[in-house]
T-cell receptor, first 114, second 114 residues
Framework: DGGITQSPKYLFRKEGQNVTLSCEQN?????MYWYRQDPGQGLRLIYY???????QKGDIAEGYSVSREKKESFPLTVTSAQKNPTAFYLC?????????????FGPGTRLTVT | DQQVKQNSPSLSVQEGRISILNCDYT??????FLWYKKYPAEGPTFLISISSIKDKNEDGRFTVFLNKSAKHLSLHIVPSQPGDSAVYFC?????????????FGGGTRLMVKP
C-alpha cells in the first residue's frame, strides 16, 4: 500500500520550543514538499526538495528548517523563530520535479502552539 | 499578489444539480491546471487536471473547462452528491519553468444539500 504518512495527527507545543513534523513516503517519488494551510486560506509552500540532500525555500520559509537525508523522508522543523506556528501542515510528494504529474498529499499534522 | 484566485469562498447546491466552481489566474506561464478536493483534517486528493493545449477534460461526473484567453478555469460536477461536500482547490503549474511546483488558490467550500 503506497502512500504518504505524517505523524502525529495532532501536536501541541509551548511557545519557544522547536518541534519536528515527520513525513515519510513509499511511492518512490523524487520530489517532496511542505505546505501550511491556515483557516480560509489556500496552501502555501514552505520548502521543497527535488533530490536527496538538496532542498529549496518556498514562499514562507522563515522560521522553518528541513532536511532530506533519505529519499523517503522529509522532516520539517518549526523553530521558535516562526511567529505564527499554529496551522495545519501538509506534506506532499511527486515524481521527478520536471515531469508531468500531480502531487500526492499526506493526511496532515495540526500543530497548536500556546 | 495571488496568482491563482478562487473568488467564491463557498457554494451551496442542491443534490442532483450542477456545481460550478471557478478559478482565475494571472500568470500566463501557467500551462497545467489541477483540481484537488479536501475534507476537513485530511490531505487534499487529486481530482482532475487539464493541460493548456486542451479546453476541456472530463472524468465521470467531473469536467474541467479552460479558457486561456480569459485566464479562467472551472470545475463542473454533475450531478452533485452530498459526498461531494468538501473544499475544492484549484492549482496551477508552469511546467517548463518549475516542473511540478504548484500554486494554489484559496479554496471554495462546496456544500451539497440532500
Amino acid at each position: 500500500d503506497g502512500g504518504i504518512t505524517q505523524s502525529p495527527k495532532y501536536l501541541f507545543r509551548k511557545e519557544g520550543q522547536n518541534v519536528t513534523l515527520s513525513c515519510e513516503q513509499n511511492l518512490n517519488h523524487d520530489a517532496m514538499y511542505w505546505y501550511r494551510q491556515d483557516p480560509g486560506q489556500g496552501l502555501r509552500l514552505i520548502y521543497y526538495s527535488q533530490i536527496v540532500n538538496d532542498f529549496q525555500k518556498g514562499d514562507i520559509a522563515e522560521g522553518y528548517s528541513v532536511s532530506r537525508e533519505k529519499k523517503e523522508s522529509f522532516p520539517l522543523t518549526v523553530t521558535s523563530a516562526q511567529k505564527n506556528p499554529t496551522a495545519f501542515y501538509l506534506c506532499a510528494s511527486s515524481r521527478l520535479a520536471h515531469s508531468i504529474g500531480e502531487q500526492y498529499f499526506g493526511p496532515g499534522t495540526r500543530l497548536t502552539v500556546t | 499578489d495571488q496568482q491563482v484566485k478562487q473568488n467564491s469562498p463557498s457554494l451551496s447546491v442542491q443534490e442532483g444539480r450542477i456545481s460550478i466552481l471557478n478559478c482565475d489566474y494571472t500568470n500566463s506561464m501557467f500551462d497545467y491546471f489541477l483540481w484537488y478536493k479536501k475534507y476537513p483534517a485530511e490531505g487534499p486528493t487529486f481530482l482532475i487536471s487539464i493541460s493548456s493545449i486542451k479546453d476541456k477534460n472530463e472524468d465521470g461526473r467531473f469536467t474541467v473547462f479552460l479558457n486561456k484567453s480569459a485566464k479562467h478555469l472551472s470545475l463542473h460536477i454533475v450531478p452533485s452528491q452530498p459526498g461531494d461536500s468538501a473544499v475544492y482547490f484549484c492549482a496551477a503549474s508552469a511546467r517548463r519553468n518549475a516542473g511540478n511546483m504548484l500554486t494554489f488558490g484559496g479554496g471554495t467550500r462546496l456544500m451539497v444539500k440532500p
